[in-house]
């Protein structure tokens, strides 16, 4: 990685010490969506997942996550304005003392939804923006959305909510940076996060198609630096690497089990969005067990807990306290094994498939995207 991007990290450090608690609450309210975004970290069969929780079930849930030590929470999907009963879940969180996100791409958001989440408490808004143009933000989301995004962000600062402009970055749009930061600079947006995709589920089967070169990496990360110096602390910018062009992997979620808590619509409890990936695993639901003992005691949150499950090098690697041993889920989509080093590592001896992946990505011709869709593990 270039210096510009040794000095984003460098100024952005996350230090997050959980002490035992599931501080991030995530709840997907639902797999539904109007947009067929071929990155989506939604699973390959969402559409199987239609047994979603009911609003007291969710309640229940919120419940039993505050009693945990939860604080942050957020309501995402799928699209969680597809649930009816979004701002009655938010009301009661903010009377439970959450700090509330929406998680959104921006379709169905309008003023009396915006009114009504105001009323309810919600804090904060995180809307998707693929591209400062209708063509190649509606072609990358597979609907016409590009309008409605544009009406949902201004309607957003309209309504004074603090914002994040997530940006998932792609080869196909991150040369989009500058013109996404004039417009985030235009509205008076809060944080603009440029999230590099990390290849699991969609993007994973789109990788090839996705993965952007280094040249393009680097040359917006200096636009993402000469922003932050024209902006200073008038809008915080994120730039989020994907793994596949660094020496290690990110400390994921801060280690597996440690502070995140995803439940799905169906209410399987997980330790991050994408751990139903890893076969041979069985989640407890919130319908059949207390989120306390999910969280304390069930087998799958203590399967990957501290280092005793390490392999080598890892087991006697000096930075284990630091990745963690990387992206378990990444482990297993790559090697077949959720407790090898994750490839990303340049110490595994499974990094070969990174390397390897990076090239053929750099000899594919894009545009033969997979869109999300229905059924595509069953055809």
Not at 31 to 53: A, I, T, V
Not at 218 to 224: C, G, L, R, S, Y
Request: net charge negative; proline share 5%; glycine share 8%.
């Amino acid at each position: 990685m270039n210096e510009a991007g040794s000095a984003l990290r460098a100024e952005t450090p996350v230090t997050v010490d959980g002490q035992g608690l599931p501080l991030w609450l995530l709840l997907e309210l639902t797999y539904r969506c109007p947009l067929k975004c071929p990155w989506c970290n939604n699973p390959l069969d969402f559409d199987l997942y239609q047994n979603e929780l009911t609003t007291e079930e969710w309640v229940d849930v919120l419940r039993q996550g505050r009693r945990l030590g939860a604080v942050q929470l957020g309501f995402s999907g799928g699209e969680p304005l597809q649930r009816r009963d979004l701002e009655e879940l938010v009301g009661e969180a903010t009377r439970l003392g959450y700090y509330t996100n929406l998680i959104t791409s921006g379709i169905g958001l309008n003023e009396t939804r915006l009114a009504a989440l105001r009323q309810a408490g919600l804090k904060q808004i995180q809307l998707s923006l693929q591209a400062c143009d209708a063509e190649l933000n509606n072609r990358l989301v597979g609907a016409d959305a590009y309008d409605h995004k544009l009406a949902a962000a201004r309607a957003i600062k309209a309504h004074g909510f603090p914002m994040v402009l997530n940006v998932p970055v792609s080869r196909h749009n991150i040369e989009q940076a500058p013109a996404m930061l004039a417009f985030a600079e235009e509205l008076g947006i809060e944080y603009v996060e440029f999230a590099n995709l990390q290849y699991y589920n969609w993007a994973l089967i789109n990788r090839a198609d996705l993965l952007p070169t280094r040249e393009q990496i680097a040359a917006a990360e200096e636009v993402v630096v000469e922003a932050r110096a024209r902006v200073g602390r008038r809008m915080t910018i994120y730039f989020v690497i994907t793994d596949y062009y660094d020496e290690r992997p990110k400390a994921c979620m801060k280690g597996w089990g440690n502070i995140h808590l995803t439940i799905a619509p169906d209410g399987a409890a997980l330790p991050c969005q994408e751990a139903r990936v890893i076969e041979g695993l069985e989640f407890p639901n919130v319908r059949d067990h207390d989120l306390g003992w999910i969280w304390r005691e069930s087998p799958v949150f203590q399967k990957f807990r501290g280092e005793n499950w390490m392999q080598e090098p890892c087991r006697s690697c000096s930075e284990r306290g630091h990745d963690y041993g990387g992206c378990r889920c990444q482990a297993f989509l790559l090697t077949g094994d959720a407790a090898s080093t994750d490839p990303v590592c340049s110490k595994s001896p499974h990094h070969h498939l990174i390397e390897e992946a990076v090239a053929a990505a750099m000899t594919n011709r894009p545009n033969r995207l997979i869109m999300r869709q229905r059924g595509l593990n069953r055809a």
